[in-house]
């Protein structure tokens, strides 16, 4: 498509060619003023000419260098919407950034074309740029009901000398919970009367504190039965516990608190 400078400059060697056309027909015509007049014509046709020329041929060098930015643009988009499954935040960060580039690119564009094909890489950035959807693990004392919300309070029969507390998660997303961990922290007075199963010791860890791997969780389910026999406090009615659930698909958590009261 010829830019609108180029057809500037076609404008342009159309009057010249008028010009030196008119002049030549009239150029034996007598008079020293016509004659000067005549040469000023030609020489200020010509020079109008050459500003044309300089202007259309500028124009098009930027138009080139635009249509290359724009395809180098195209690229790294696709290139980073592939792999922003696999990296999301740093995929994140260079996606806002060529968004700022294709703003300023818009800017300085003068075609119609140029501008609408910038305006749909900007739509599908927008999309790209949409925050992750995110897995929501909720821990919860066990309960065989369907889960509506956390239980955080359970009354328990002390056994010997420890209660057994039972608990699970409850993924309450659309979203698979990838490659997670649960973290149970029991209160500092309390201690652990047998090894969780399904839990381990993180090698440093206070003696109070085990955690569970598990590999999914898909969306709207529940990891199965966990449980923990805890000796509570020799002395209270009552004691905390500390659980945590995070994943590779979920965003940043905090342990919650859990109340154990306890029947001696």
């Known amino acids: 498509m010829i830019g609108t400078t180029w057809w500037t ?4 060697t159309i009057i010249l060619l008028s010009t030196v056309l008119g002049i030549a027909l009239d ?3 007598p008079g020293i003023r016509k004659k000067r007049m005549r040469k000023v014509l030609v020489g200020l046709a010509v020079v109008g000419w050459l500003v044309s020329y300089f202007f259309a041929r500028q124009g098009s ?9 724009l395809t180098r643009l195209t690229k790294e988009i696709e290139t980073l919407e592939s ?3 696999k990296d999301y935040e740093r995929s994140q960060r260079q996606l806002r950034y060529l968004n700022d580039q294709l703003s300023d690119l818009r800017s300085q564009v003068k075609t119609q074309e140029l501008k609408k094909h910038i305006t749909d890489l900007q739509k599908q950035l927008s999309v790209a740029l949409q925050p992750k959807p995110t897995a929501i693990l909720e821990p919860s ?4 009901e369907k889960f509506v919300e956390p239980i955080r309070e359970a009354t328990l029969k002390l056994t010997r000398n420890f209660v057994t507390v039972e608990f699970y998660v409850f993924n309450a997303s659309d979203v698979v919970a990838m490659n997670g961990s649960i973290h149970l922290r029991i209160c500092m007075s309390c201690k652990f009367a047998n090894e969780p199963e399904g839990f381990h010791k993180i090698p440093g860890s206070p003696d ?7 590999q999914q969780i898909y969306p709207r389910a529940a990891l199965q039965r966990l449980t923990a026999d805890i000796i509570p406090p020799p002395t209270g009615e009552s004691f905390q516990i ?3 659930a995070v994943c590779q ?3 940043p958590q905090k342990a919650r608190d859990f109340k154990v009261t306890v029947q001696r």
């Open 9 to 12: 400059f076609v404008a342009s």
């Open 27 to 29: 150029w034996n015509e």
């Open 61 to 69: 060098i930027e138009a080139q260098d635009n249509n290359s930015k």
């Open 83 to 85: 792999s922003n499954v």
């Open 141 to 144: 004392f066990y309960t065989i």
């Open 208 to 214: 109070w504190d085990r955690q569970y791997d598990f």
């Open 242 to 244: 500390g659980l945590m």
């Open 249 to 251: 698909t979920c965003p």
